[in-house]
T-cell receptor
Framework: DAGITQSPRHKVTETGTPVTLRCHQT?????MYWYRQDPGHGLRLIHY???????DKGEVSDGYSVSRSKTEDFLLTLESATSSQTSVYFC????????????FGPGTRLTVL | DAKTTQPTSMDCAEGRAANLPCNHS???????VYWYRQIHSQGPQYIIH???NNETNEMASLIITEDRKSSTLILPHATLRDTAVYYC????????????FGQGTRLTINP
């Protein structure tokens, strides 16, 4: 547990609406990540951040944007939600060092109708 | 990062040792083997990792073959709470540390 919280934990929205998911960490980890998990696909990386204002794309970044203005917060935005973005979203942070272990948050279940 | 191959599912009796295999035949010399697990609906949880020596912690043991082309995660006394999907991941310890998750092994512990 690395003090990671995600909000909201559950959200139902309609196609075309903007959605922002928040990841908050209390451990001052440098790296933060957003994954999505869908049946049959496992976890796939959307975007990641290696510092404040430093972000990069993952393997499934289309339709998503991120921002990191503070070390502790990493926001994932769906500018115009689509039904294909219905998924469970996990945030993770990395403690760089001897273990380089990623810690995951509890997840946000997003349903786009 | 090297690709890994794991069995889709396994069963184990409660109280017995659960041995989960992973093949990573294309692993390079500076890639580590990591194991995570995901209990239903929760975020993945780190278990253990290693480079070439066997490792043990409070959760599990990791046995890596001498040629490093395969490894086994051992849960010495499995409990019902160990029922989960277990992921074997091979990656370099550098840079942005992106984890690439495969399908994992669904381990069911039976009473």
């Amino acid at each position: 547990d690395a003090g990671i919280t995600q909000s909201p934990r559950h959200k139902v929205t309609e196609t075309g609406t903007p959605v922002t998911l928040r990841c908050h960490q209390t451990e001052n980890h440098r790296y933060m990540y957003w994954y999505r998990q869908d049946p049959g696909h496992g976890l796939r990386l959307i975007h990641y951040s290696y510092g404040v204002k430093d972000t990069d794309k993952g393997e499934v970044s289309d339709g998503y944007s991120v921002s990191r203005s503070k070390t502790e917060d990493f926001l994932l935005t769906l500018e115009s939600a689509t039904s294909s973005q219905t998924s469970v979203y996990f945030c993770a942070t990395l403690l760089a060092g001897t273990t380089d272990t990623q810690y995951f948050g509890p997840g946000t279940r997003l349903t786009v109708l | 990062d090297a690709k890994t191959t794991q069995p889709t599912s396994m069963d184990c009796a409660e109280g017995r040792a659960a041995n989960l295999p992973c093949n990573h035949s294309t692993i390079s010399g500076n890639e580590y083997v990591y194991w995570y697990r995901q209990i239903h609906s929760q975020g993945p949880q780190y278990i253990i990792h290693g480079l070439k020596n066997n490792e043990t912690n409070e959760m599990a043991s990791l046995i890596i073959t001498e040629d490093r082309k395969s490894s086994t995660l051992i849960l010495p006394h499995a409990t019902l709470r160990d029922t989960a999907v277990y992921y074997c991941i091979v990656r370099l310890v550098q840079g942005a540390q992106k984890l690439v998750f495969g399908q994992g092994t669904r381990l069911t512990i039976n009473p």
